[in-house]
C-alpha cells in the first residue's frame, strides 16, 4: 500500500526567507509522481509542483522546488522569498497508476510579517 | 478556461437524508475523481470516473455513490447520512489516459445534524 507522511503539522517562516517543508512516502512502484498541493483558506486545492519518479533531476517553479531524494523516498519542498500569500496548507501526494492521489496529513504553514 | 465546478458550496442535512454533490469538470478532461476531507481522517479517495465507468473505488460503505455522465459532468450521492459524514467533498478532474495531473475544484461543505 501506498502512503504518504508528513511530519510537520505546523511551520512558520518569517517573510523573505525560505522554508522546507518535509514529506516522505512509501510505494512499491517504480512509476509514479509526486506532488505538493497547496489548499489556502478558499479551500481550493491548488497544484504547486509536480516531480516524476523517472525524473533525476529536481521539478522548480519560481520560487519552489522540490529536493527528490528517490532511493531515500523523500520529497521536500522549498519555498524562497516566502510571501504572506504562501500561507496556507501544504499537502504532499503521491499518484500511481489509476487517478488515486494518496495525501499526507498536511503542514500549515504561517508566514509572519 | 473554466475551472472545476462543484456544486452546491455549502448544505446541511439532518442524520437519515440523502445527498447529491454535482461536478462539472475542465472542458475536454475525461476523469473525474472524488475525495473526502475531514479533520481526523485527511484527504480520503472516494471513486474516480472515466469516461462513465467507475475504474477505482476508495474504502468507503455502499452508501456512498456516484456516476458520470456523458458530457463528464460527475455527481456523487451519499444516503442515510450520518454525523461522521460531515465533511468537505473535493471534485477533481484530469484528462485522463495517462495524464497524471489533477486539477481540484472549490469543494462542497456538507454538515450533518
Known amino acids: 500500500a501506498q502512503t504518504v507522511t508528513q511530519s510537520q503539522p505546523e511551520m512558520s517562516v518569517q517573510e523573505a526567507e525560505t522554508v522546507t517543508l518535509s514529506c516522505t512516502y512509501d510505494t512499491s512502484e517504480s512509476d509514479y509522481y509526486l506532488f505538493w498541493y497547496k489548499q489556502p483558506p478558499s479551500r481550493q486545492m491548488i497544484l504547486v509542483i509536480r516531480q516524476e519518479a523517472y525524473k533525476q533531476q529536481n521539478a522548480t517553479e519560481n520560487r519552489f522546488s522540490v529536493n527528490f531524494q528517490k532511493a531515500a523516498k523523500s520529497f521536500s519542498l522549498k519555498i524562497s522569498d516566502s510571501q504572506l500569500g504562501d500561507a496556507a496548507m501544504y499537502f504532499c501526494a503521491l499518484i500511481q497508476g489509476a487517478q488515486k492521489l494518496v495525501f499526507g496529513q498536511g503542514t500549515r504553514l504561517t508566514i509572519n510579517p | 478556461k473554466a475551472g472545476v465546478t462543484q456544486t452546491p458550496r455549502y448544505l446541511i442535512k439532518t442524520r437519515g437524508q440523502q445527498v447529491t454533490l454535482s461536478c462539472s469538470p475542465i472542458s475536454g478532461h475525461r476523469s473525474v475523481s472524488w475525495y473526502q476531507q475531514t479533520p481526523g481522517q485527511g484527504l480520503q479517495f472516494l471513486f474516480e470516473y472515466f469516461s462513465e465507468t467507475q475504474r477505482n473505488k476508495g474504502n468507503f460503505p455502499g452508501r456512498f455513490s456516484g456516476r458520470q455522465f456523458s458530457n463528464s459532468r460527475s455527481e456523487m450521492n451519499v444516503s442515510t447520512l450520518e454525523l461522521g459524514d460531515s465533511a468537505l467533498y473535493l471534485c477533481?478532474?484530469?484528462?485522463?489516459?495517462?495524464?497524471?495531473?489533477?486539477?481540484f475544484g472549490e469543494g462542497s461543505r456538507l454538515t450533518v445534524l
Open positions: 477533481a478532474s484530469s484528462p485522463g489516459a495517462g495524464v497524471r495531473e489533477l486539477f
